[in-house]
């Protein structure tokens, strides 16, 4: 969880009056019980023991969901630090006319906790070096890092399968079974 993500999540528990706290679920803590247990969070020697104190603290609440944290995972796939820190800065393409609202029936991108997600294209380009740009529906953009030569872009609507590879990398495949390297640069 991020810095600022607990900060406001910490601020809301502490602003939840006692009764609110108990609604969220049965045995749920009071607003005094989960206020000691963040100052004892703070105690932790590290920065990552300190957030997996506080992370534990808000599920206790009933603040921290399962599903949120699932919808976290699959909104943060692909963005290593030293990986967004090292591409270049891409020229988006022009984006199209906003298409018209999706059916509510709409499969939702699948997402799995085994470093692959299937996400939906909005729109794919080549940029000025060659490189296809694939932006994802839920905004997300996977620039091709190799050079292989496509035999031809995805299309708004076809569903693109992103996987972990070695060494960090990812592979982006297209419903043709065209695979490349692929890195998500937004």
């Not at 020697?45 to 599920?59: I, K």
């Not at 059916?103 to 997402?111: G, I, L, M, Q, T």
Request: proline content about 10%; overall charge positive.
């Amino acid at each position: 969880m991020h810095k600022r993500t607990a900060a406001v999540t910490v601020a809301s528990i502490l602003s939840l009056g006692p009764a609110a706290l108990r609604a969220q679920a049965p045995g749920a803590m009071t607003p005094d019980q989960g206020w000691s247990a963040i100052s004892q969070c703070a105690s932790n020697p590290t920065e990552r023991a300190r957030h997996a104190c506080v992370d534990d603290v808000l599920r206790k609440a009933g603040l921290l969901t399962p599903q949120a944290e699932a919808k976290e995972r699959r909104r943060q796939f692909g963005l290593d630090e030293n990986a967004a820190r090292a591409a270049p800065p891409v020229a988006a393409p022009k984006p199209p006319p906003s298409p018209a609202p999706a059916p509510a029936s709409a499969a939702p991108p699948k997402n799995d906790d085994s470093g692959r997600v299937e996400v939906e294209v909005a729109r794919a380009a080549v940029a000025t070096d060659g490189k296809v740009v694939v932006t994802t529906t839920d905004g997300a953009q996977w620039k091709q890092t190799d050079s292989d030569t496509l035999p031809r872009l995805p299309a708004a609507g076809d569903r693109v399968k992103i996987r972990r590879a070695s060494l960090g990398s990812y592979l982006c495949e297209l419903p043709t079974h065209h695979t490349f390297r692929c890195v998500r640069t937004k």
